[in-house]
């Protein structure tokens, strides 16, 4: 985990639940890894408002993969990955809960 100008950048460890602790001193958690089956993200902590969360997930090339918004993070419902393609996830946080922003999927 690097901690680069009120930025955290994570490389999380990839499984069927990814959990990203969240630092309440860090102004954006940036947390990556590659999915190679279906999960569910949930965040450890408790986010300040206005605090950002990106998640940038790799697929891999076998299957699109399901993301699962969990604990903490409210979105648009599940994400469906392209095979070998990148999805990114923006959130903020209001009420100590991340709010989906935007999301880019097979970049």
Known sequence: MANIGGRSIIDAVAGTTVTVTIDPSVQHTIARWTAAQNVTVNISGVPVDGQELTLIVTNDSLLGRLLTLGTGLL????AL???????VIT???DGGVFYERCRTIGI
């Open 75 to 78: 979105g648009n419902g599940t």
């Open 81 to 87: 990955g392209i095979v070998s393609k990148r999805s």
């Open 91 to 93: 959130l903020v946080a």
